[in-house]
């Protein structure tokens, strides 16, 4: 069994702060049958922490709590469309946690984009912000491999293609969301210079 790291064992950014502690506890539960997907979000949190100084000082718990819910709507108890990030941000609202937060997770990573190449309904339900938030989410998410480990965009979006398919939803998402993707990390890039040189 893969090794799942306990509160004590992640970064205090993340722990000294209830409410990410609260989120990751969360993703731990619900993912407790899914090791891989378990290593992807927490690789995809602790590159959120990374990244935290390209957003607000007072948006940094928010951006480190949808790292680590961004992907429970894989579990089998969220699954309601089959849409993991709508899914994973109905579950949330149901469990009253905030609709800035659920909004991040259903729209995480461009999500927008395969909702419409796979049909998926609902997505309006939850405003997309399009935010330095948004942004290094994404960001966070697409350089962080299928088992945390830290990936290339570039590697990742073809990753992507290769295990879905050029001709697949995926394939004809691609098309609207790889330049969304990649404009989110140069903005995420400039974020963080300008904030190393204040």
Known sequence: MAYRPTVTDVPLIIIDRLVPARAMCLADELL????????????????AADLAAAVDPA??????????????????????T????????RLLRRRGWPVRLCALVA???????LAAAQGVAGMAEFGDERSA????????DQTTGVRGEPVFLEDRLAEVLRRHGAFSPHGAAHVGRAPYLRAAASR?????????EA
Do not use: E, K, N
Not at 32 to 47: E, F, I, K, M, N
Not at 107 to 113: E, I, L, P, Q, R
């Open 32 to 47: 407790v049958d899914l090791p891989q997907r378990w290593s992807h979000t927490a690789g995809v949190a602790g590159r």
């Open 107 to 113: 729209h995480h990573s461009g999500a927008s984009f």
């Open 82 to 89: 089959g849409f993991h990030p709508l899914d994973g941000a």
């Open 59 to 80: 948006d940094r718990d928010l951006l480190l709590c949808a790292a680590w819910l961004h992907d429970i709507g894989y579990a089998a108890t969220a699954r309601d």
């Open 133 to 140: 938030v948004t942004d290094a989410l994404a960001c966070a």
């Open 188 to 196: 995420v890039q400039a974020r963080l210079l300008t904030a190393a």
